[in-house]
């Protein structure tokens, strides 16, 4: 069969299989990988959940109450053990889904977007594991202090209104309430933190990238800031608890970085710059008589 013969679509069909048939591959080594480290963290969940509770119970203690938490059906301990296997082996495997993802996408990639992208990468899983640090060790046990609190505030104020007793009343002259935490719903609240501030984290990485990509520049961002601040207040509400406090430290955590962020794409703009500036691109006198 003569070369003329050879139909173009089958000569494309088969690069496109190979890509594809890596693809398979990679992601099978990619779930095994999860698979392995989900596995390897079930044996390690009870130690991993002590930890993520570990505010409440500091907190129950200072209380002088029982620090454990309960489960109300039998298969809420095991599911909420298997939960926590499952994200705590998808953070041990992801340098290796990582790795799969960055080896069949490198090959299509120019030298200079290789450079561009790595950093990123490496970047983004460090600054969600300070921002889960930081809801763990600051946001999550002021939270918790206020709603575990919150039982004590308002029966102290009724009684206080209706002449009936005392701010510090006499826990046996009548019923009164005491927190026993569901381990399920104790850990809802408490992942509900990591992943909000881990993904807030991520803003320095999102709008370094959109500013390499000409969407978005550092004096629009500077334009932007009087919405931003009412758009980091709006969040600072709605992902924590109505404690002043907590939502303070929320504000002042995402707006700084909202500031490193207009810096960061200002450096963005001044390499791209001055890259098109070696080219040929810009006129340095013509810029000088414009301004």
């Excluded at 719903?185 to 990485?205: M, N």
Aim: contains cysteine.
């Amino acid at each position: 069969m003569s070369d003329e013969n050879i139909d173009p679509m089958d000569e494309s069909a088969a690069p496109l299989i190979e890509h594809l048939a890596e693809l398979r591959t990679r992601l099978i080594r990619a779930f095994i990988a999860f698979v392995i480290g989900m596995l390897i963290c079930f044996f390690f969940a009870e130690p991993i959940l002590n930890f993520l509770v570990e505010p409440i119970a500091e907190i129950l203690r200072e209380r002088g109450q029982d620090p454990r938490l309960i489960f109300t059906a039998p298969q809420e301990k095991f599911f909420v053990l298997f939960r926590i296997s499952v994200l705590a082996g998808l953070m041990l495997s992801f340098p290796v889904i990582a790795n799969e993802l960055w080896r069949f996408v490198a090959p299509g990639l120019y030298k200079n977007e290789k450079n561009a992208f790595l950093p990123f990468i490496i970047t983004s899983p460090l600054l969600f594991l300070l921002g889960a640090s930081f809801a763990h060790y600051v946001v999550t046990p002021l939270a918790m202090n206020f709603f575990i609190g919150f039982s004590d505030f308002i029966p102290s104020i009724t009684d206080i209104v209706a002449g009936t007793g005392s701010i510090d009343p006499d826990p046996n002259a009548k019923i009164s309430t005491v927190f026993l935490g569901s381990v399920r719903e104790s850990l809802d609240i408490t992942l509900k933190f990591i992943f909000a501030f881990g993904i807030c984290f991520q803003l320095p990485v999102l709008m370094t990238l959109l500013g390499m990509a000409g969407l978005v520049s550092s004096q629009g961002m500077k334009d932007m800031r009087k919405y931003a601040v009412v758009g980091i207040l709006v969040l600072a509400a709605v992902i924590t608890p109505p404690d002043v406090i907590t939502q303070v430290i929320l504000f002042v955590v995402v707006y700084a970085l909202y500031e490193i962020s207009i810096h960061l794409v200002g450096m963005v703009e001044k390499k791209r710059d001055k890259k098109l500036r070696e080219d040929g691109y810009f006129d340095d006198d013509v810029e000088d008589d414009e301004g």
